[in-house]
C-alpha cells in the first residue's frame, strides 16, 4: 500500500508542473497587460515610459524563463507573488474569496445528497415504470440546465414574487457576512447559488446512485435475501444502498472538485465575491499573477481529489495496487 | 403609518424638484446619522487617485479625501462653478497676466492621523502630480504643462506660476482625482504608499476595504465644512454586473449608484417602486466614437470614411437606442450643454448629422461605390463592457450593414481593447471614447487632433494643430466659439473619428437619499459630505 | 421495372412500412426517452437548416419600433431589446449552437480516438507521456481551461470552439484508450501483426471498428456539454459576438437588467438551451444503452 501511495504521489508532481507550464505561458501569449489597461482607463494619454516603468515594476520587463523559474521556485519559499491589480499578496486575496466558494460548494453538495440519493433509490426500485422516467428525466434536466440560467430565474422569481405577495422587493444581501456573525443573513445569500449549483451537481448524483443500485440489486447475496424471505424495504435500507454508496461518494468526491470551476458563472449571477468572479475578473484584467495561482488552486484540489478517490479505490479493491 | 405617508408624500416631491433641476434647499433640516450603502461597477485598482483614473477608484475612496477646490456639490451642474474646500475664500483668478495664482489654505485642518494640514502639504502634493521625479507615475502630468513652479510663502499660502496663461489651468487643478496627501507620508513612506493606504483629510476616515467585496467609511468628526457630514458612514459595495446593481436598489440593498443607468431601467424601478424612487438626470462629459484606421485600405480613402459616418442615424439612435443604452444626446465634439457646443441648427449642417437620414445614407452608398468599397467586410473592435460600448456596438453594425458594409465585431477585455488601439492597431474600425471629469472642452478636445497621444486613427492633419493652437489662444468666448467651430468642421471632413451620441447620465436612486446632485460627469461631486438619510 | 406486378409492389411497400412504423413504435416502446431525444435532435437540426424558410424575421436586424414587445401573435416569443424576433433568434441560435457543438464534438472526440487508439496501440514510452498529458489537461475544470484559451485568443465563435475543443481530447482518449488496450490483446491483432500488416491497416481496420462504440458514445456526450459550454462563455461576453444570434448570448446584457418588466427576454433562450442538451443527453443515453450493454443504465 505504501508503495502504491508513494507511486501515486509521484504522479501528482508533472501533473502540477505540467499544469504549471501550460497556463504560465497561456497567460503570457495575450496581448497587452495590466499595464496598459491600468494606466489607460479613462482615455487619457499615457507615456509609453510610464507602461514601461509599471512592468518593470511588476517584473513583466523579465524574460519569459526568469519569470517563469520565479512563479515556481515561489512554491518552494511559499511567496506566490502580488496581484498585479491590487498589490497585494495573492495568498490574501484568495484566502478572502475561497472560504465563501467553498461554503457554497459544501453546500451544494449537501443539497446534491440530500435530493440524489432518495431520487436516485426510488428511481431504481422502480426501474422502467413512470417514476423511473420522472426521476431520470429531472436528473437529466438539472445537468441539461445552465446552472447561471437557473440563477438568473431564482433572483427574477424572488423579486417578483415578493414584490407580488409581500408588496415590496426583497432581494437577497449582496454582501457576504461570515455564517459565524449573522447566519440568517449568511444564509440568506448562499442558499440560493447553492441550490442554483446543486440542483446540477444532484443530477449525475442520481443517475449514479440508481445504476450502482440497480447493479448490487443483480447481485447474488440480494436474491439470496430475497429468497430468504427479507422484506424489500430492509433488503435496500440495509444491503442494497449501503453498497451501492462507494461510487456515488466517488462522484460526488469527483464532481466537488470541479465545482469550484462551475462557480466562476453563478457567482457572476448572485454577485458572490468568491473565486469564480475573482478568475473572471484577473482573466479580464490580464492579472497574470493572480490567475496563474487561481487556475493552480483548482487544479490542487481536482489532483488531490482524485488521489484521495483512488487510495480509497486501492484500499477496498486491492486488486488496483497491483495492477 | 400616516406621518411614515406623509414622509413619502415629501420625499417624492422633494424627488420631482430635483429630478427637475431645480436647486432646492430640502424641505427639512438634514438629519444627521445612518449609513449609505451604494453599489460600485469597477474594481479599485489602487487608492492613488493621482495615477488612477477609474470611477471604481473615485467612488469609494474620494470621500477620504480633500481637495484644493472643487465643483459646488450644490451647482455640480455648472461646470464652472468652483469652491473652495481646503482652500479659503473665492478660487483665484490669474495675477500677473494669468500666470500666477495665489490659494489661501484655511486654517486649524488635520488628516485623520491627527497631522496638521497647511499649504506644505498642498505644494507636496501637487509636486507629485506635476513634477513626479522620475521612475514615479503620474496620471495627468500632461494636463500641467502649463505649471511653472509651486511656492509656499507661509504655512496658508500656496502659489502657483504659470509658464503662460492658460484657461485650463484653474479646471485641472480642480480635478477630482488631485487627492492632498500629506507631506509626512510622502516623506516618510516615499511615493508608493498611498496605493494601499488611505490618510486624508475627507469627510469619513477609512475603516476597512475588503477586496472585491466592499469599502467601509465612518464619520470624520474633524472635518472642516461645518457640520458635516450628515452620515455616520458609507459602504461602497462591490457589484460588477448592472443587474446586480439594479437589483440591489430595487430590493434596497443599495440605495444608489453613482454612475448611471439606462432609461429602460429607471422607468422599471420607478413602475416598482413609485415615490420611493427618486431619479436625476443630466448630460454626461462623455462621448461615444469610433475611429477608423487610415493606414487600413480601404479607409485610407476619405470617401469610405465619410460613408462610415454618413451610413449611422444619430437621431434615430437618440429616441430608442437611448432607452436601452446609457447614452442619448446627439453632439459635436464639445460636451452639449457648453456654451463652446454646436447648436442643433449648426450641426444639422455637419457631415453626418443631416436630419435627412435617407439621402445621406444614398450619399454613403455613392461614396463606396466611387471608392470601390461596396459591401466590404470590416473588423469592428469594440470593447468588453456592456454598457455603453456592447450595445452601441450592436448598433453601429446594424447601420452600416443598412448601407450594404459587412462590419464583423471584435469583442476584447479592456486590456486587449486598449492594446489593439495603441500598440497593435490591427482593427478597422473601434468604439473610441472621449470621457472626461471637470468640463473643460478646450482641454478636452485636444483628443481629436491628429498628433494626439491618445488619437488612434492614424490621421495627419496638420491643418489642425494650427486651429488649435489658435483656439489656445483665443481670447474672447466668441472668438474661441469660431474657432471651434472651424475646428469641428475640420475635425468631421478629417473622420479619422466620429460621434455617435454623448452619454446620458440617469441615476434614480431611494427617495431617502437627500443632499446628493447629480453632475455631469461620474467622477464629480463624489465627497459625500452633503448627503443625509431621511429614514 | 415496368413488368413488375403492381399490386404485389404495393403490397411489398405496405408490409414495408408497416415493418419500418411498428419498429418505430418498439423503439419508441422499449426507448422512450431516448426518443424523446432524438426528436429534439432532429427538430433542432432542422430549425438549423430550414431556419430561413420557418421565420420572416432578420435575426440580426434591430427593428426599434418593437422594442420589448411581450409575446403576441406577432412576435410569439416577444422581441428583445433591440426590437428582435427571439423565436428568430432562437431557430437561427440552433444553427450556432449546433455549429460549435457538432464541430467541437466531432474534432474533439476525433482527436481524442487517434490519440487514444495510438497510446494503447503503440504503448510504451508514447503511453506514458499520452497519459500524462491527458493527467495534465484534464486536471482543469472545463470551463477554467475554455476561459483561458478565449482571454488569449480573442473571443470569436471560431475560437470559442477551439477553446471547447481542447479539453474534449483527452476526455476521449482517456475513454477509447481503455476500451482499445482490451482489443490490442485479442489474438486476431496479433495475428495480423504476425502477418506483417502495416500499422495504419491494423489500426484503420482492426482498432478503431472496434472502439467505434465508446467513440460515438463520447461524441453525442460531448456536443451537449459543448452547447452548455458555448452558452456560458456566451454568457460572461467571451464567446459569440453580437449581432450573432446565439442562445448564450441572448441571456447576458439587456436580458438580465430588464428581466422584471421584459422576462420572455431571458427565459424562452434559457428553455432553448435546457431542451436542447437535454435531447442530446437523452439521446446519448439511448444510445448508450444499445452500443453498449455493459454500461446500461450508467
Given at each position: 500500500m505504501h508503495k502504491y501511495i508513494a507511486k501515486r504521489l509521484l504522479l501528482i508532481l508533472p501533473t502540477l508542473l505540467g499544469a504549471a507550464v501550460l497556463v504560465f505561458f497561456l497567460l503570457r501569449a495575450i496581448p497587452g497587460d495590466v499595464c496598459e489597461v491600468r494606466l489607460a482607463g479613462s482615455g487619457l494619454y499615457v507615456d509609453e515610459a510610464e507602461i514601461e516603468l509599471c512592468r518593470e515594476k511588476l517584473g513583466l520587463a523579465k524574460p519569459l524563463i526568469v519569470q517563469f523559474w520565479d512563479f515556481i521556485t515561489g512554491y518552494v519559499v511559499w511567496d506566490l507573488g502580488d496581484s498585479m491589480w491590487t498589490g497585494?499578496?495573492?495568498?490574501?486575496?484568495?484566502?478572502?474569496?475561497?472560504?465563501?466558494?467553498?461554503?457554497?460548494?459544501?453546500?451544494?453538495?449537501?443539497?446534491?445528497?440530500?435530493?440524489?440519493?432518495?431520487?436516485?433509490?426510488?428511481?431504481?426500485?422502480?426501474?422502467?415504470?413512470?417514476?423511473?422516467?420522472?426521476?431520470?428525466?429531472?436528473?437529466?434536466?438539472?445537468?441539461?440546465?445552465?446552472?447561471?440560467?437557473?440563477?438568473?430565474?431564482?433572483?427574477?422569481?424572488?423579486l417578483i414574487g415578493t414584490q407580488h405577495f409581500l408588496g415590496t422587493p426583497w432581494m437577497p444581501p449582496i454582501e457576504y457576512v461570515s455564517p459565524f456573525k449573522d447566519l440568517a443573513s449568511n444564509m440568506a445569500q448562499l442558499i440560493w447559488p447553492a441550490v442554483a449549483t446543486g440542483y446540477r451537481y444532484s443530477a449525475v448524483a442520481t443517475r449514479m446512485t440508481r445504476s450502482a443500485l440497480l447493479e448490487v440489486l443483480r447481485e447474488d447475496y440480494i436474491r439470496t435475501a430475497r429468497a430468504k424471505g427479507m422484506t424489500e424495504k430492509i433488503i435496500i435500507n440495509r444491503h442494497a444502498l449501503k453498497n451501492a454508496m462507494l461510487p456515488v461518494f466517488t462522484i460526488i468526491g469527483i464532481e466537488f472538485a470541479f465545482l469550484m470551476g462551475g462557480l466562476v458563472v453563478t457567482e457572476q449571477v448572485f454577485n458572490l465575491n468568491g473565486i469564480g468572479k475573482l478568475f473572471v475578473e484577473s482573466v479580464q484584467a490580464q492579472d497574470f499573477a493572480m490567475t496563474q495561482q487561481l487556475v493552480m488552486l483548482v487544479v490542487l484540489i481536482a489532483v488531490v481529489t482524485n488521489f484521495v478517490v483512488d487510495l480509497v479505490y486501492a484500499w477496498l479493491d486491492p486488486r488496483i495496487r497491483y495492477a | 403609518?400616516?406621518?411614515?405617508?406623509?414622509?413619502?408624500?415629501?420625499?417624492?416631491?422633494?424627488?420631482?424638484?430635483?429630478?427637475?433641476?431645480?436647486?432646492?434647499?430640502?424641505?427639512?433640516?438634514?438629519?444627521?446619522?445612518?449609513?449609505?450603502?451604494?453599489?460600485?461597477?469597477?474594481?479599485?485598482?489602487?487608492?492613488?487617485?493621482?495615477?488612477?483614473?477609474?470611477?471604481?477608484?473615485?467612488?469609494?475612496?474620494?470621500?477620504?479625501?480633500?481637495?484644493?477646490?472643487?465643483?459646488?456639490?450644490?451647482?455640480?451642474?455648472?461646470?464652472?462653478?468652483?469652491?473652495?474646500?481646503?482652500?479659503?475664500?473665492?478660487?483665484?483668478?490669474?495675477?500677473?497676466?494669468?500666470?500666477?495664482?495665489?490659494?489661501?489654505?484655511?486654517?486649524?485642518?488635520?488628516?485623520?492621523?491627527?497631522?496638521?494640514?497647511?499649504?506644505?502639504?498642498?505644494?507636496?502634493?501637487?509636486?507629485?502630480?506635476?513634477?513626479?521625479?522620475?521612475?514615479?507615475?503620474?496620471?495627468?502630468?500632461?494636463?500641467?504643462?502649463?505649471?511653472?513652479?509651486?511656492?509656499?510663502?507661509?504655512?496658508?499660502?500656496?502659489?502657483?506660476?504659470?509658464?503662460?496663461?492658460?484657461?485650463?489651468?484653474?479646471?485641472?487643478?480642480?480635478?477630482?482625482?488631485?487627492?492632498?496627501?500629506?507631506?509626512?507620508?510622502?516623506?516618510?513612506?516615499?511615493?508608493?504608499?498611498?496605493?494601499?493606504?488611505?490618510?486624508?483629510?475627507?469627510?469619513?476616515?477609512?475603516?476597512?476595504?475588503?477586496?472585491?467585496?466592499?469599502?467601509?467609511?465612518?464619520?470624520?468628526?474633524?472635518?472642516?465644512?461645518?457640520?458635516?457630514?450628515?452620515?455616520?458612514?458609507?459602504?461602497?459595495?462591490?457589484?460588477?454586473?448592472?443587474?446586480?446593481?439594479?437589483?440591489?436598489?430595487?430590493?434596497?440593498?443599495?440605495?444608489?449608484?453613482?454612475?448611471?443607468?439606462?432609461?429602460?431601467?429607471?422607468?422599471?424601478?420607478?413602475?416598482?417602486?413609485?415615490?420611493?424612487?427618486?431619479?436625476?438626470?443630466?448630460?454626461?462629459?462623455?462621448?461615444?466614437?469610433?475611429?477608423?484606421?487610415?493606414?487600413?485600405?480601404?479607409?485610407?480613402?476619405?470617401?469610405?470614411?465619410h460613408a462610415l459616418t454618413l451610413a449611422v442615424d444619430r437621431y434615430e439612435a437618440s429616441k430608442y437606442l437611448a432607452n436601452i443604452a446609457i447614452v442619448k444626446t446627439v453632439g459635436g465634439i464639445v460636451f452639449p450643454s457648453h456654451p463652446l457646443a454646436a447648436t442643433a441648427a449648426e450641426l444639422e449642417g455637419s457631415l453626418g448629422f443631416s436630419r435627412d437620414i435617407k439621402a445621406s445614407r444614398a450619399k454613403a452608398r455613392a461614396l463606396l461605390k466611387e471608392a470601390g468599397a461596396e459591401g466590404i467586410e470590416f473588423d469592428f473592435n469594440n470593447r468588453g463592457v456592456d454598457q455603453p460600448y456592447k450595445v452601441v456596438g450592436t448598433w453601429l453594425v446594424d447601420q452600416w450593414r443598412q448601407v450594404g458594409l459587412k462590419p464583423i465585431q471584435r469583442v476584447q477585455p479592456s486590456p486587449q481593447f486598449y492594446a489593439t488601439l495603441r500598440k497593435k492597431k490591427d482593427f478597422d474600425v473601434t468604439v473610441d471614447f472621449n470621457c472626461q471629469s471637470v468640463v473643460n472642452p478646450i482641454a478636452d478636445v485636444s483628443k481629436f487632433l491628429c498628433s494626439a497621444g491618445n488619437h488612434y486613427s492614424g490621421c495627419e492633419n496638420a491643418k489642425l494643430d494650427v486651429i488649435y493652437d489658435r483656439l489656445l489662444k483665443a481670447e474672447t468666448p466668441a472668438q474661441q466659439r469660431s474657432i471651434m467651430r472651424e475646428f469641428e468642421t475640420e475635425v468631421f471632413d478629417t473622420a479619422g473619428t466620429a460621434l455617435t451620441l454623448w452619454w446620458y447620465k440617469i441615476n434614480p436612486h431611494r427617495s431617502y437619499v437627500k443632499g446628493w446632485k447629480i453632475a455631469p460627469s461620474h467622477y464629480l461631486n463624489q465627497s459625500l459630505d452633503q448627503i443625509w438619510l431621511d429614514k | 421495372m415496368v413488368t413488375v406486378n403492381p399490386a404485389a409492389d404495393a403490397d411489398e411497400l405496405e408490409e414495408l412500412s408497416k415493418s419500418w412504423s411498428s419498429q418505430l413504435i418498439d423503439l419508441i416502446r422499449r426507448q422512450p426517452l431516448a426518443s424523446a431525444g432524438g426528436l429534439v435532435v432532429l427538430i433542432m437540426i432542422f430549425s438549423a437548416i430550414f431556419a430561413n424558410f420557418l421565420t420572416p424575421y432578420d435575426p440580426e436586424a434591430a427593428s426599434w419600433v418593437n422594442q420589448l414587445s411581450p409575446p403576441s401573435a406577432e412576435y410569439w416569443l416577444g422581441t428583445d431589446a433591440f426590437g428582435r424576433d427571439i423565436l428568430t433568434r432562437i431557430i437561427y441560435g440552433a444553427r450556432t449552437a449546433l455549429f460549435v457543438g457538432f464541430t467541437a464534438a466531432f474534432v474533439g472526440a476525433t482527436g481524442g480516438l487517434i490519440l487514444g487508439v495510438a497510446s494503447a496501440y503503440f504503448g510504451g514510452r508514447f503511453d506514458i507521456i499520452c497519459q500524462r498529458l491527458v493527467d495534465i489537461v484534464m486536471a482543469f475544470p472545463l470551463i477554467v481551461l475554455a476561459l483561458a484559451v478565449v482571454a488569449t485568443l480573442g473571443a470569436s465563435t471560431v475560437n470559442v470552439i477551439i477553446a471547447i475543443t481542447i479539453p474534449f481530447i483527452p476526455q476521449c482518449a482517456r475513454v477509447v484508450r481503455s476500451s482499445a488496450l482490451a482489443i490490442r490483446e485479442i489474438p486476431y491483432v496479433d495475428a495480423a501483426r504476425a502477418l506483417g500488416f502495416s500499422h495504419t491497416r491494423i489500426i484503420m481496420k482492426h482498432m478503431i471498428p472496434n472502439v467505434m462504440a465508446p467513440y460515438l458514445i463520447m461524441l453525442t456526450t460531448f456536443v451537449g456539454q459543448a452547447i452548455l459550454l458555448e452558452a456560458s462563455l456566451s454568457y460572461l461576453g467571451m464567446g459569440v459576438q453580437e449581432p450573432t444570434p446565439a442562445w448564450g448570448l441572448m441571456l447576458q446584457g439587456g436580458a438580465e437588467e430588464f428581466a422584471e418588466s421584459a422576462p420572455w427576454v431571458p427565459i424562452f433562450p434559457g428553455l432553448a438551451i435546457t431542451i436542447a442538451v437535454f435531447g442530446f443527453n437523452l439521446f446519448g443515453d439511448g444510445l448508450r444503452d444499445v452500443l453498449d450493454p455493459r454500461l446500461r443504465s450508467r
Open positions: 497585494k499578496p495573492v495568498t490574501e486575496e484568495i484566502g478572502l474569496r475561497f472560504k465563501l466558494s467553498l461554503q457554497v460548494a459544501l453546500m451544494a453538495t449537501l443539497v446534491a445528497v440530500v435530493i440524489a440519493i432518495p431520487l436516485g433509490a426510488i428511481s431504481a426500485i422502480k426501474q422502467d415504470t413512470w417514476i423511473d422516467y420522472v426521476v431520470r428525466s429531472f436528473s437529466i434536466a438539472g445537468i441539461a440546465m445552465p446552472s447561471f440560467w437557473l440563477g438568473i430565474l431564482i433572483i427574477l422569481g424572488l | 403609518m400616516k406621518s411614515s405617508l406623509f414622509k413619502q408624500g415629501v420625499a417624492a416631491i422633494v424627488g420631482i424638484a430635483f429630478a427637475l433641476g431645480a436647486v432646492t434647499v430640502s424641505v427639512a433640516a438634514p438629519k444627521k446619522g445612518g449609513i449609505l450603502n451604494f453599489v460600485v461597477g469597477s474594481k479599485i485598482p489602487s487608492y492613488d487617485g493621482h495615477i488612477e483614473s477609474t470611477f471604481g477608484m473615485i467612488h469609494p475612496i474620494r470621500p477620504f479625501y480633500s481637495l484644493l477646490f472643487r465643483v459646488n456639490p450644490d451647482n455640480p451642474a455648472d461646470p464652472t462653478d468652483f469652491q473652495c474646500d481646503v482652500c479659503e475664500g473665492n478660487i483665484p483668478s490669474g495675477a500677473k497676466g494669468g500666470t500666477e495664482y495665489t490659494f489661501k489654505i484655511r486654517k486649524g485642518l488635520q488628516f485623520h492621523d491627527g497631522t496638521p494640514l497647511n499649504a506644505h502639504d498642498v505644494k507636496a502634493t501637487f509636486d507629485k502630480i506635476v513634477f513626479p521625479p522620475k521612475g514615479v507615475a503620474s496620471n495627468r502630468k500632461a494636463m500641467f504643462k502649463m505649471v511653472k513652479s509651486i511656492e509656499v510663502p507661509d504655512d496658508h499660502t500656496i502659489v502657483f506660476t504659470l509658464k503662460f496663461p492658460s484657461g485650463a489651468f484653474i479646471p485641472s487643478a480642480g480635478m477630482p482625482f488631485n487627492f492632498i496627501y500629506s507631506k509626512k507620508d510622502l516623506d516618510a513612506h516615499g511615493y508608493e504608499w498611498h496605493k494601499k493606504n488611505v490618510n486624508g483629510s475627507g469627510a469619513f476616515i477609512f475603516v476597512e476595504h475588503v477586496a472585491g467585496s466592499h469599502v467601509a467609511g465612518k464619520r470624520n468628526p474633524n472635518y472642516h465644512h461645518a457640520g458635516k457630514p450628515y452620515l455616520d458612514g458609507f459602504r461602497a459595495i462591490s457589484a460588477p454586473k448592472m443587474s446586480v446593481r439594479l437589483q440591489a436598489i430595487r430590493g434596497d440593498r443599495a440605495a444608489i449608484e453613482f454612475r448611471g443607468f439606462p432609461p429602460k431601467a429607471r422607468d422599471d424601478l420607478v413602475k416598482a417602486l413609485g415615490d420611493k424612487i427618486t431619479v436625476q438626470e443630466s448630460d454626461w462629459n462623455c462621448a461615444l466614437m469610433f475611429t477608423v484606421n487610415v493606414n487600413h485600405k480601404p479607409f485610407d480613402d476619405k470617401r469610405v470614411r | -
